[in-house]
């Protein structure tokens, strides 16, 4: 039997007996949780580096924003208030849309 041991989407269980086959799973505690919500944006960001074309690149990006929605509820928010603070950085510091790369600052 394949040993995956990661977080999965929570209908993979469901998924997975479909088929067929039986699966071994637990639920994890908070902080296990979040740990391994971390682990898992890690993968999906490297995945979204390594997309070739535009859609897989935006399916990364799916993967990735479901897990910003479950750190957000993790850490006792929603998605909405990451949103918002979002919007203040950008309101305060500006986005990332002019493409602008620093490349040096003068010393005094």
Known sequence: MPKYNKLVRDRIPEIIKNTGKESKKETLTDKRYIDELKKKLNEEVAEYQEAKTD???????????????????????????VEQIRKEKAAKRGAFQDKIFLIEVEDD
């Not at 859609?55 to 929603?78: C, F, K, N």
């Open 55 to 81: 859609t897989d690149a935006l399916e990364e990006l799916g993967d990735v924003l479901e897990l910003m929605h479950a750190l957000a509820r993790q850490h006792g928010e929603s998605i909405d208030t």
